[in-house]
């Protein structure tokens, strides 16, 4: 039987056949990057770069705004170390006054006088800093939060195999990923070089800040200055810090609620003016010149914050 089969079938077969084999070979790739990047944090990702460990220690402490003298008093760049941010402290700030006086200028284009657009970008410069920061920091606590019972575990299992607490505390390093990896590997790192166990893991709760951290600190402080089981210690304390994460979360979801509330109420009036002036960009041309229209924003926005300050107190807990 004559099946018709010509050249062209043939180049066909090979088109079909070269598809395949590069969607194969860009799979493999993309699957291997993956599975690398997923075992690795930003300090393995340093060593790989040719770096000695002293120098990776020295730019993950740079990067952190720590010199070699301790920490700063400054309360503003302990938040930024905390927040885990990497770019420098002058640019950021750089960045915001740009934006703080682009809004100013924003506002003077549509009518504010000159008087209250200056205080109002200086507001705006001081302000914006300390909420981006404090966000980054949450975010960040909340990650490092999650995985501080299992690396907890992972120290104990290292014990039992019989390895020294500083062995591992680098195996935490090896084995996680970032914020937790990192911060455990410049833990190994300072004490490779010269510091103590305790110092190390003092400078450590200095650049999270984590209010979980002093328990492990001191379960730890406590164990090589009078002697104790750690493997028993770091294992009920990991249970009190998970039970605990999860007496957080079960917060969390009774004050979703209160909440979500304020969300929507101050989103409704941000959302209502972008609307009205996608719509009527023109609505409010004749009372942008007047001194009251501004005096009016600025009651609304503060009798606006001063409810979102009540709302956010009665929905936030302590544990």
């Keep these: 039987m004559d099946f018709g089969f010509t050249s062209i079938h043939l180049i066909y077969l090979l088109a079909a056949l070269s598809g395949i084999m590069l969607a194969e070979a860009v799979y493999l790739l993309y699957s291997g990057k993956n599975d690398?990047?997923?075992?690795?944090?930003?300090?393995?990702?340093?060593?790989?770069?040719?770096?000695?460990?002293?120098?990776?220690?020295i730019?993950?402490?740079?990067?952190?705004?720590?010199?070699?003298?301790?920490?700063?008093?400054?309360?503003?760049?302990?938040?930024?170390?905390?927040?885990?941010?990497?770019?420098?402290m002058s640019r950021f700030l750089g960045v915001i006054a740009v934006l703080a006086t682009a809004a100013s200028g924003f506002g003077v284009f549509k009518g504010m006088p000159v008087l209250y657009a200056l205080p109002l970008g200086?507001?705006?410069m001081a302000i914006i800093p300390v909420f981006v920061l404090r966000y980054l920091r949450k975010r960040r606590h909340k990650k490092f939060g999650a995985q501080l019972p299992e690396a907890l575990e992972l120290i104990t299992r290292g014990l039992k195999a019989g390895h020294p607490v500083p062995v591992a505390l680098s195996k935490v390093a090896g084995e996680m990923t970032d914020p937790i990896g990192s911060e455990f590997g410049i833990v190994a790192d300072e004490i490779t070089y010269g510091s103590d166990l305790v110092s190390a893991l003092n400078n450590m709760f200095e650049r999270v800040g984590h209010e979980d951290l002093p328990l492990f600190?001191?379960?730890?402080?406590?164990q090589s200055t009078s002697g104790g089981n750690l493997r028993e210690i770091l294992d009920g304390l990991a249970a009190t810090i998970r039970e605990r994460g999860k007496l957080r979360r079960k917060v969390r979801a009774v004050s979703s609620e209160g909440r979500m509330s304020a969300m929507i109420l101050d989103a409704l009036p941000v959302m209502l003016f972008a609307a009205i002036m996608a719509l009527m960009p023109d609505y409010y041309d004749?009372?942008?010149g007047e001194p009251k229209t501004w005096y009016l924003l600025a009651g609304s926005i503060l009798w606006l914050l001063m409810g979102n300050v009540m709302m956010v107190k009665m929905a936030n807990f302590k544990i």
Excluded: H
Aim: no cysteine; net charge positive.
């Design 36 to 57: 690398k990047r997923a075992a690795l944090n930003r300090r393995l990702r340093m060593q790989e770069s040719k770096l000695s460990n002293e120098q990776v220690l």
């Design 59 to 88: 730019q993950l402490r740079k990067e952190r705004g720590v010199s070699k003298s301790g920490f700063s008093l400054n309360s503003l760049m302990a938040l930024r170390t905390q927040s885990g941010m990497n770019m420098p």
């Design 122 to 124: 200086l507001l705006l």
């Design 217 to 222: 600190v001191t379960a730890v402080s406590i």
């Design 286 to 288: 004749e009372v942008w």
